[in-house]
Protein backbone atom coordinates (compact mmCIF):
# COMPACT_ATOMS: atom_id res chain seq x y z
CA UNK A 1 0.00 0.00 0.00
CA UNK A 2 1.62 3.54 -1.06
CA UNK A 3 1.08 6.39 1.77
CA UNK A 4 2.56 8.82 -0.16
CA UNK A 5 -0.31 10.95 -0.24
CA UNK A 6 -1.24 10.35 3.32
CA UNK A 7 -0.67 13.29 5.00
CA UNK A 8 1.70 13.42 8.67
CA UNK A 9 -0.19 14.04 11.46
CA UNK A 10 -0.38 14.47 15.08
CA UNK A 11 -3.65 12.99 16.84
CA UNK A 12 -4.67 13.85 20.51
CA UNK A 13 -7.32 12.21 22.47
CA UNK A 14 -8.65 14.53 25.25
CA UNK A 15 -11.21 12.11 28.26
CA UNK A 16 -13.03 13.36 30.81
CA UNK A 17 -12.32 11.49 34.32
CA UNK A 18 -15.04 9.81 36.20
CA UNK A 19 -18.13 10.95 33.93
CA UNK A 20 -19.43 7.07 34.58
CA UNK A 21 -19.54 7.60 38.21
CA UNK A 22 -21.51 10.59 37.94
CA UNK A 23 -24.60 8.94 35.28
CA UNK A 24 -26.94 7.75 37.47
CA UNK A 25 -27.35 11.30 39.10
CA UNK A 26 -27.47 13.32 36.12
CA UNK A 27 -24.11 15.25 36.58
CA UNK A 28 -22.10 12.77 34.15
CA UNK A 29 -24.38 14.43 31.58
CA UNK A 30 -24.22 17.88 32.39
CA UNK A 31 -20.77 17.93 32.78
CA UNK A 32 -20.03 16.80 29.45
CA UNK A 33 -22.69 19.22 27.95
CA UNK A 34 -20.60 21.82 29.36
CA UNK A 35 -17.33 20.32 28.22
CA UNK A 36 -18.51 19.98 24.52
CA UNK A 37 -19.80 23.55 24.77
CA UNK A 38 -16.25 24.80 26.12
CA UNK A 39 -14.60 22.24 23.72
CA UNK A 40 -16.26 23.50 20.57
CA UNK A 41 -15.62 27.11 21.42
CA UNK A 42 -12.00 27.12 21.79
CA UNK A 43 -11.80 24.54 18.61
CA UNK A 44 -13.60 27.07 16.77
CA UNK A 45 -11.90 30.06 17.65
CA UNK A 46 -8.47 28.89 19.08
CA UNK A 47 -5.61 26.36 18.34
CA UNK A 48 -4.34 27.43 15.37
CA UNK A 49 -2.19 24.60 14.89
CA UNK A 50 -4.79 22.16 15.15
CA UNK A 51 -6.51 21.78 12.11
CA UNK A 52 -9.83 19.95 13.20
CA UNK A 53 -11.14 19.08 16.47
CA UNK A 54 -14.21 16.57 17.28
CA UNK A 55 -16.44 16.29 20.14
CA UNK A 56 -18.80 13.21 21.30
CA UNK A 57 -19.35 12.29 24.66
CA UNK A 58 -16.62 12.90 27.48
CA UNK A 59 -13.72 12.94 24.68
CA UNK A 60 -12.04 15.20 22.02
CA UNK A 61 -10.02 14.06 19.58
CA UNK A 62 -7.92 17.08 17.98
CA UNK A 63 -5.67 16.93 14.62
CA UNK A 64 -2.85 18.70 13.78
CA UNK A 65 -0.37 18.46 10.45
CA UNK A 66 2.08 20.20 12.35
CA UNK A 67 4.59 17.98 12.43
CA UNK A 68 7.38 18.79 9.61
CA UNK A 69 9.87 20.40 8.99
CA UNK A 70 10.43 23.30 11.32
CA UNK A 71 7.46 23.27 13.34
CA UNK A 72 7.78 24.29 17.32
CA UNK A 73 7.43 21.44 19.28
CA UNK A 74 6.99 24.30 22.09
CA UNK A 75 4.13 26.12 20.86
CA UNK A 76 2.49 22.30 19.96
CA UNK A 77 2.89 21.47 23.45
CA UNK A 78 1.67 24.80 24.49
CA UNK A 79 -1.48 25.01 22.83
CA UNK A 80 -2.41 21.23 24.42
CA UNK A 81 -1.73 22.16 27.61
CA UNK A 82 -3.39 25.02 27.57
CA UNK A 83 -6.30 23.78 26.17
CA UNK A 84 -6.29 20.98 28.75
CA UNK A 85 -5.78 23.29 31.57
CA UNK A 86 -8.70 25.30 30.18
CA UNK A 87 -10.88 22.36 30.00
CA UNK A 88 -10.47 21.06 33.31
CA UNK A 89 -10.24 24.42 35.21
CA UNK A 90 -13.97 24.96 33.47
CA UNK A 91 -15.55 21.94 33.79
CA UNK A 92 -13.89 21.40 37.34
CA UNK A 93 -12.55 17.99 36.83
CA UNK A 94 -9.69 16.23 35.16
CA UNK A 95 -8.45 14.60 32.39
CA UNK A 96 -5.94 12.45 30.51
CA UNK A 97 -4.43 13.59 26.39
CA UNK A 98 -2.89 10.74 24.58
CA UNK A 99 -0.58 12.23 21.68
CA UNK A 100 0.28 9.87 18.69
CA UNK A 101 1.92 10.93 15.70
CA UNK A 102 1.13 9.04 12.82
CA UNK A 103 -0.39 9.26 8.98
CA UNK A 104 -3.67 10.52 8.56
CA UNK A 105 -5.38 8.85 5.50
CA UNK A 106 -5.83 10.64 2.49
CA UNK A 107 -9.02 12.67 1.21
CA UNK A 108 -11.34 10.59 -0.57
CA UNK A 109 -13.49 12.63 -2.66
CA UNK A 110 -16.03 9.93 -3.23
CA UNK A 111 -16.91 10.59 0.86
CA UNK A 112 -17.79 13.96 0.99
CA UNK A 113 -20.49 14.59 2.57
CA UNK A 114 -24.31 15.07 1.44
CA UNK A 115 -25.94 17.77 2.47
CA UNK A 116 -29.98 16.75 3.06
CA UNK A 117 -31.32 19.99 4.72
CA UNK A 118 -29.67 18.73 8.36
CA UNK A 119 -29.31 21.75 10.91
CA UNK A 120 -26.92 24.53 10.28
CA UNK A 121 -26.30 22.03 6.77
CA UNK A 122 -24.48 19.82 8.92
CA UNK A 123 -24.01 16.52 6.86
CA UNK A 124 -25.79 13.43 7.68
CA UNK A 125 -22.57 11.11 7.56
CA UNK A 126 -18.82 12.68 8.37
CA UNK A 127 -15.71 10.93 8.21
CA UNK A 128 -13.44 11.67 10.66
CA UNK A 129 -10.33 13.50 9.30
CA UNK A 130 -8.54 11.62 12.40
CA UNK A 131 -9.37 8.50 10.82
CA UNK A 132 -6.16 6.80 10.65
CA UNK A 133 -3.55 4.38 12.74
CA UNK A 134 -3.12 7.10 14.85
CA UNK A 135 -6.12 7.69 16.28
CA UNK A 136 -6.76 3.84 16.81
CA UNK A 137 -3.42 3.91 18.85
CA UNK A 138 -4.85 6.10 20.89
CA UNK A 139 -7.04 3.98 22.50
CA UNK A 140 -4.82 0.58 22.15
CA UNK A 141 -2.66 3.55 24.32
CA UNK A 142 -5.26 3.78 27.20
CA UNK A 143 -6.02 0.46 27.58
CA UNK A 144 -2.19 -0.94 27.32
CA UNK A 145 -1.18 2.01 30.01
CA UNK A 146 -4.32 3.72 31.51
CA UNK A 147 -3.52 1.51 34.86
CA UNK A 148 -0.47 4.26 34.81
CA UNK A 149 -3.43 7.03 35.64
CA UNK A 150 -0.77 9.24 33.67
CA UNK A 151 -2.11 12.87 33.17
CA UNK A 152 -0.50 12.30 29.54
CA UNK A 153 1.08 9.51 27.32
CA UNK A 154 3.14 10.60 24.31
CA UNK A 155 4.69 9.21 21.75
CA UNK A 156 8.08 9.50 21.91
CA UNK A 157 8.53 10.54 18.54
CA UNK A 158 6.66 13.30 19.82
CA UNK A 159 8.84 14.23 22.90
CA UNK A 160 11.88 13.93 21.37
CA UNK A 161 13.98 17.18 21.73
CA UNK A 162 10.85 19.19 22.98
CA UNK A 163 11.83 19.98 26.37
CA UNK A 164 9.39 18.41 28.45
CA UNK A 165 9.49 17.50 32.01
CA UNK A 166 11.01 14.26 32.83
CA UNK A 167 8.15 11.60 32.52
CA UNK A 168 7.27 9.43 35.31
CA UNK A 169 7.18 6.26 33.36
CA UNK A 170 8.19 5.38 29.88
CA UNK A 171 6.64 1.96 28.29
CA UNK A 172 7.07 0.15 25.03
CA UNK A 173 3.81 -1.49 22.86
CA UNK A 174 3.05 -2.47 19.39
CA UNK A 175 1.46 0.42 17.57
CA UNK A 176 -0.38 -0.29 14.18
CA UNK A 177 -0.21 -0.55 11.56
CA UNK A 178 2.59 -2.73 11.61
CA UNK A 179 2.71 -3.63 15.39
CA UNK A 180 6.17 -1.98 15.81
CA UNK A 181 7.13 -1.00 18.78
CA UNK A 182 7.13 2.25 19.97
CA UNK A 183 8.00 4.27 23.45
CA UNK A 184 5.05 6.29 25.49
CA UNK A 185 6.13 8.79 27.73
CA UNK A 186 4.14 9.11 30.69
CA UNK A 187 3.45 12.77 32.66
CA UNK A 188 2.06 13.90 35.57
CA UNK A 189 0.20 17.05 36.06
CA UNK A 190 1.04 20.15 33.88
CA UNK A 191 3.23 19.31 31.05
CA UNK A 192 5.32 22.88 31.88
CA UNK A 193 4.71 24.42 28.71
CA UNK A 194 3.29 27.68 28.53
CA UNK A 195 2.36 29.76 25.27
Known amino acids: MFTDN ?5 VTAFDLVGTRGLAASGKGSSAMIDMH ?9 DLPLHSHG ?11 YMTEPNWSKQGFFAELNAFKSFLEQQCGTSMYAISVKGLAFPQDIMTQAVFNGQIADQPRAVVLKTSSWAMANCFLIEKALGHHRADWYIDSRITAGANLPKSFASEIIDLLPKNDPRTIDMFKGSIGIDG
Open 6 to 10: WPSCI
Open 37 to 45: NRAAAKINH
Open 54 to 64: YIWNDSVLLLS
